[in-house]
């Protein structure tokens, strides 16, 4: 459960997302917008808990190394993530440490290395957004925007990162195929040519339901970002 959780800590990844969006507008005041667009949220994770390796010291020339194949299991807010790899179990940074450890007739030691996870998550979206202008001039126009989106999972995937260079690719569990998020924004519009405007656009997005579906996890992020980009009238 969520109470089990090692500590972590969690910081979100920048990215940059791409839309394409028609507009409708009933009235001078009022515009409906919708399209379609490909976005990426995800998080940065650590330290998350260290793969131990063992050596079994028989003398200072001669040891065992006992390892075996598992998949290595990960959690944080987000929810587990599990790496498929060939062998969860690290290599030492120095077989020295060893050495010394059979000299001072040491039966076994461990070794552990710190790991940073990067869970990354990458949605079709489908906005409906509702626009009010507050204000229109000759040279910018202001208006305020609120709306919802379907935000529809295409790519699910989990790098792991160790100290000593490696890392390994997975996935993150029980992730929902269809999460569903609000967005609200100030836009400004700058007449550039005859038809074609440019918008500038602080926008805040907020995730409504889980992108978890197990009960354990109740993962809604929000983000703060610009949306830049240009307009065609028709």
């Not at 969520?2 to 997302?17: D, F, H, M, R, V």
Request: proline share 4%; charged share 15%.
């Amino acid at each position: 459960g969520s109470s089990q959780l090692p500590p972590t800590s969690e910081s979100s990844i920048q990215a940059l997302n791409t839309a394409l969006v028609v507009k409708y507008a009933p009235s001078k005041r009022w515009v409906v917008e919708s399209g379609v667009g490909y976005g990426r949220m995800g998080q940065t994770v650590s330290p998350m808990n260290t793969n131990t390796l063992t050596k079994s010291l028989s003398s200072s020339e001669n040891y065992q190394v006992t390892t075996k194949n598992t998949n290595a299991l990960r959690q944080n807010s987000l929810g587990n993530v599990v790496v498929k790899s060939k062998s969860a179990v690290k290599k030492p940074q120095s077989d020295q440490l060893f050495y010394d450890a059979a000299l001072s007739h040491t039966a076994n030691i461990s070794v552990s290395e710190v790991s940073q996870i990067k869970q990354m998550l990458d949605y079709i979206e489908l906005p409906l957004t509702a626009r009010y202008f507050v204000s229109r001039s000759k040279n910018m126009a202001l208006s305020v925007a609120g709306g919802v989106s379907a935000n529809f999972l295409v790519e699910n995937s989990a790098v792991v990162d160790y100290a000593d260079g490696t890392s390994t690719t997975g996935t993150t569990d029980n992730l929902n195929d269809i999460t569903y998020s609000s967005h609200l924004g100030v836009g400004f519009d700058v007449p550039l040519f005859d038809k074609l405007t440019m918008t500038l656009e602080p926008v805040f997005k907020y995730f409504l339901t889980s992108a978890n579906h197990d009960s354990d996890y109740d993962f809604r992020p929000y983000s703060f970002g610009m949306s830049a980009g240009v307009c065609y009238r028709f």
